[in-house]
Nanobody, 124 residues
Framework: QVQLVESGGGVAQVGGSLTLSCVAS????????MGWFRQGPGKEREFVAA????????IYDQSVIGRFTISRDNAKNTVYLQMNNLKPEDTAVYFC?????????????????WGQGTQVTVSS
């Protein structure tokens, strides 16, 4: 079965950095577009970034442009989220997700598979 497993979360200081990883199994990774979402305390799950599986286009939410970078290594079935200049409002559980259809990358309902999430806490 398909599994997505996130890692790399933890506690960081304001202005610090963390890199999240998500390893996929049970699917042909290069055929899937990968996304990162997050859910802060008392908030709905929201889109952070996505990267297509073919031409490797990157899409970002406005709130993370210039601070976060999504990348992928198809040979390792892994997608990454490099997070720099972290802010307290970045505190959330971060989820990776996979979809094969393409398009509407910011919509949760477009994704077929989800990981369990990894906690990121930004401390001031």
């Amino acid at each position: 079965q398909v599994q997505l497993v996130e890692s790399g979360g933890g506690v960081a200081q304001v202005g610090g950095s963390l890199t999240l990883s998500c390893v996929a199994s049970g699917l042909t990774f290069s055929n899937y577009h990968m996304g990162w979402f997050r859910q802060g305390p008392g908030k709905e799950r929201e889109f952070v970034a996505a990267m297509t599986g073919t031409n490797e286009n990157r899409i970002y939410d406005q709130s993370v442009i210039g601070r976060f970078t999504i990348s992928r290594d198809n040979a390792k079935n892994t997608v990454y989220l490099q997070m720099n200049n972290l802010k307290p409002e970045d505190t959330a559980v971060y989820f990776c997700a996979a979809q094969s259809r393409g398009g509407h990358y910011f919509r949760r309902d477009m994704y077929d598979y989800w990981g369990q999430g990894t906690q990121v806490t930004v401390s001031s």
